[in-house]
Every structure is written in C-alpha cells, then in structure tokens.
C-alpha cells in the first residue's frame, strides 16, 4: 500500500498537529478573496472544510482521485458551501471558472512524470480568469538528505511520535527511511507504523510512499509553461521568505 492510500493513516500522522499550515491558507485566502476557491487533491477535507468556514469564498470545491478520503470529507462536512468531487488533479472533471486554485500540502509532488507536472498546471490554468491565483506549497530538496538517501544504507529516522485520542490511538510511531533515484527526482520512502490503540492492540504498518523531487529553474520553468508567473516566493509556512536553502516552496502564482 501507499501511504496515503488509507484516510486512517492520513489522518493518524497529522493527528498532533492537523492545522500546521492552516494559518498560511488562511492569509491566502483572505488576501485573494475568491469568490470560488479549488483545492486540488483535498484528502479528508483537513484544509478544504476549515477555509469554507472562514466565509470568504461562495463555493469551495475539494477534488482528489481517493474515493475512501473523499467518504472521510463529506462526513464532516456540516452546512459548509463545499463540494468533493472524486477526479484526478491532471484532468479535474470541473466546469466554470475559480479565482483560487491551491495544491497544498507537497501533493504536487506526488505527480512525476514532467507531461504530469504539465497536465496538472495546464488543467489549473484552463479553469482560472486571467489574473487569477495559484497556490501550492512542495518540500523543497535537502541535499544532505539525498546524498544521504543515495548511500547503500540510508539512516532510518523517527519522524512522529504522538498520541491521537480522538482516533482511539493511545501512541503512532512512524520511522522513515528514504532512498534516491537522481536520473528521475524520485524519493522513495519506506514509512514503517507502530499504532498503540487505546485498548491495548498493538499494529504495524508498512507504506511506501515515492514523490518527486522539484529544483527551482524546473518549477520556475513549469510554470512559465503552463502560463503563470510567480508572484510570491515564501520558504516557511511562516511565510520566510523563500531562499536557497529554504525547507519548502510556498509559492503563489498569477495566471497570464
């Protein structure tokens, strides 16, 4: 399995933290005030519902190709004006015109093939006026880890350790390892699970998890493809700003 093929798993691993880049959506949002806003592979809703309730857009549409997450989403929703639409972000089957497009949470990276990096810009681009904005936020490369990750042993690493009481889980341990394809920018991560459930089971999981790796001229050009310019660069959800180095792209775009 993947790791984020299963809404349990997605859910349990941001069961510490769930709103971490909220705050940043939410300065997008409030900045453009788009009277409909389009989030690209949405999951269980754990952006798109807290953005609708803000009341700035009209209609909020959550798209993503998982038919268990998008079950998970509209049971939460609770009179808020969303929609979840299963689709695939390359080709949204979507009508009409979004002033906010946003990919949040490194799901760009889940693309990685360069026609699929196109396709999924290009569909974004064809459902926005000119001037509209596109957000989206990636892990930026870590070149300590990669050359970690092309060694014959890469390290293993903790990279959660929490409880989640709400999901019937007493403790999550996730240990992570990570090894390197340099000719195609993949990382692929071995994500190994140990769920402490509250009445006393003890469960591991394995789940791979492959994700592309985007270099900045690559990105810059991508976009320059698919018809937007870069308008705000920031490297932190924090809102840094984005420099070599930077842990993350957090970039907002104006579609020509």
């Known amino acids: 399995m993947t790791a984020w093929s299963d809404p349990f798993l997605y859910d349990l691993e941001n069961a510490d933290d769930p709103a971490f880049d909220l705050a940043f959506w939410t300065a997008v949002v409030e ?3 788009p009277r409909r806003l389009l989030e ?3 999951g269980t809703g754990r952006l798109t519902l807290p953005l609708a309730r803000l009341g700035v857009a009209e209609e909020v549409v959550g798209v993503d190709t998982s038919a268990p997450f998008l079950e998970a989403a509209r049971s939460r929703v609770d009179g808020e004006p969303v929609t979840f639409v299963e689709g695939d972000m390359r080709r949204p ?4 015109t979004f ?3 946003i990919v949040p949470f490194n799901s760009l990276a889940y693309l990685h093939a360069t026609q699929d990096h196109l396709a999924c810009l290009r569909s974004a681009r064809a459902l926005m006026p000119e001037g509209g904005t596109l957000g989206f936020d990636l892990v930026a490369p870590n070149y300590g ?3 970690e990750a092309i060694t014959p042993c890469p390290t293993a690493r903790i990279d959660a350790d929490h409880p989640a009481g709400s999901m019937g889980v007493a403790r999550v341990i996730r240990t992570f390892s990570d090894t390197y394809d ?4 993949t990382l692929h991560s071995v994500n190994r699970y140990e769920i402490h ?10 789940a791979d998890l492959d994700w592309h790796m985007y270099f900045p001229a690559e990105l810059e050009l991508l976009l320059q493809t698919a018809s937007f310019d870069v308008s705000e660069r920031y490297g932190t959800y924090a809102r ?9 792209y957090l970039w907002t775009c104006t579609a020509r």
Request: hydrophobic fraction near 45%.
């Open 93 to 96: 089957p979507l009508e009409g």
């Open 40 to 42: 690209l592979a949405c």
């Open 182 to 185: 340099a000719a195609t920018q």
């Open 145 to 147: 880890f990669l050359l």
């Open 197 to 206: 459930h509250a009445d006393g089971r003890v469960e591991h999981r394995v």
């Open 240 to 248: 840094a700003p984005w420099r070599s180095g930077s842990p993350q």
């Open 31 to 33: 900045a453009v005030r």
């Open 99 to 101: 002033d906010l497009v």
